[in-house]
């Protein structure tokens, strides 16, 4: 599931293990990059309505069939609106909510709510333990490159339960920022002409 995803919508190179630039530079440049932004994504998910023109052999055209593939009908993107749940379960759900939240800068939110999910799933404890101490590092503690917006108590609860790590280390954590996407972003979201569009299945004008 999560492979789609990750094709349609890459991380930066050099992977997690890389510390990221967290400088955000000026006013005017961030509102800039935020409709560049907001134009790229929806550009990408737009793609997934078009007809790859390319030769069958070519494994962009493989791409492109399996993404369409999961492409929502419009009943499919209306049970969205019902709960963030719905919408994060769904594969192009999820890769359009990432997208809004990128054009937002707040993608951070997901992600650290998707590796905590991953996290859960591990088996070895040795494995947990390094992993526990990545997450922390790279989303919770104070300064991190991509330090999500938690309280300071939920701050020191998760640090707490560092010393004794097992698969619940970052339950409330993880709680908390759904709960604050569920509020916060996840209603915009649906306000959003990248959702309307599904809702609605305008067709992209061509350029």
């Not at 530079?25 to 997934?48: I, P, V, W, Y």
């Not at 101490?133 to 991509?146: D, L, M, P």
Request: with cysteine.
């Amino acid at each position: 599931m999560m492979q789609t995803v990750l094709l349609l919508f890459p991380q930066q190179p050099g992977g997690p293990d890389i510390e990221c630039n967290c400088e955000d530079g000026s006013e005017g440049s961030r509102k800039k990059k935020t409709k560049n932004l907001a134009k790229d994504m929806k550009n990408k998910l737009g793609f997934l309505r078009r007809r790859n023109e390319a030769t069958a052999g070519n494994p962009a055209c493989k791409l492109d069939k399996v993404l369409r593939s999961v492409k929502p009908t419009p009943e499919e993107a209306l049970k969205w609106g019902e709960s963030l749940e719905k919408l994060l379960l769904h594969k192009y759900g999820l890769a359009a909510f990432r997208a809004f939240l990128r054009t937002e800068f707040s993608e951070e939110n997901l992600e650290f709510w998707m590796t905590c999910e991953d996290y859960k799933k591990i088996k070895s404890q040795s494995k947990m333990a390094s992993k526990a101490r990545k997450i922390f590092g790279e989303y919770i503690a104070i300064q991190s490159c991509k330090e999500v917006n938690l309280d300071s108590y939920t701050r020191e609860h998760t640090k707490e339960n560092l010393q004794n790590i097992n698969q619940n280390c970052f339950d409330l954590a993880q709680k908390r920022i759904f709960g604050l996407m569920e509020k916060d972003s996840y209603p915009r979201f649906l306000r959003s002409d990248l959702y309307l569009d599904l809702i609605t299945q305008k067709k992209v004008s061509p350029s």
